[in-house]
Structure formats: C-alpha cells, structure tokens
C-alpha cells in the first residue's frame, strides 16, 4: 500500500521560509516521479513542481526562483524548500507521486502553509 506523509508546514511571515518533506513507502521509489501540488481556498489544485528519480526538476511560474524540490533517494523522500513566501502562497500542499509519463496520482494528506503580510 502507498503511504505518502507530508510534514512541515506551518505559519510564517512573507518573505520567511518554510521546508515540506514527502516521505514515501510502498511504491516502486526508483520507477517514480514526484511533485508537489497546492489548493487555496476556492481555488483549484495547481502544480507546483515535480522531481524524476534522477533529479531534474520543473517548476510553476509562480514558484521559480524561490521554490526547489530535492531529494533524498536513501530515505525516499522528496523535499520542498520554500523561500521568499508571499500571502498567495498560503495554501494545503500535497504531496504526490506518479510512473513518469503517466496521470494516475498517489496523493498525501496535504500539510497547511500559511503565509501572513
């Protein structure tokens, strides 16, 4: 069974930083891509950015230059480094994972960014 865990999420000020971890288990770590997903109130789920096995990664518009996705293949987990947070991304960001090239997703609980002016 997948399990993905998402830890880290917060309440910060704009312009401070936060860091999300997925942690994954029970799905094939070397097949996967991974990325991270976020939804505002009304608003509808929007990527973020994602990460293959073998580290390249894309990025949201909104993100780039502030956000980074790593990971850590030896503990199967995949980060999010957020800087320079802005109100607008106050939002619940998922965490997911997926066979590279496919759509079906493996979605985690989500962890809540709340980003204060």
């Known amino acids: 069974q997948v399990h993905l865990v998402e830890s880290g999420g917060g309440s910060v000020q704009a312009g401070g930083s936060l860091r999300l971890s997925c942690a994954a288990s029970?799905?094939?770590?070397?097949?996967?891509?991974m990325g991270w997903f976020r939804q505002a109130p009304g608003k509808e789920r929007e990527g973020v950015g994602s990460?293959?096995?073998?580290?390249?990664?894309t990025y949201a518009d909104p993100v780039k230059g502030r956000f980074t996705i790593f990971q850590d293949n030896a503990k199967n987990t995949v980060y999010l480094q957020m800087n320079s947070l802005k109100p607008d991304d106050t939002a619940l960001y998922y965490c997911?994972?997926?066979?590279?090239?496919?759509?079906?997703?493996?979605w985690g609980q989500g962890t809540q960014v709340t980003v204060s002016s």
């Open positions: 990460i293959d096995r073998s580290g390249i990664t």
């Open positions: 997911a994972a997926w066979a590279c090239g496919f759509s079906s997703k493996y």
């Open positions: 029970g799905y094939p770590w070397s097949r996967s891509c």
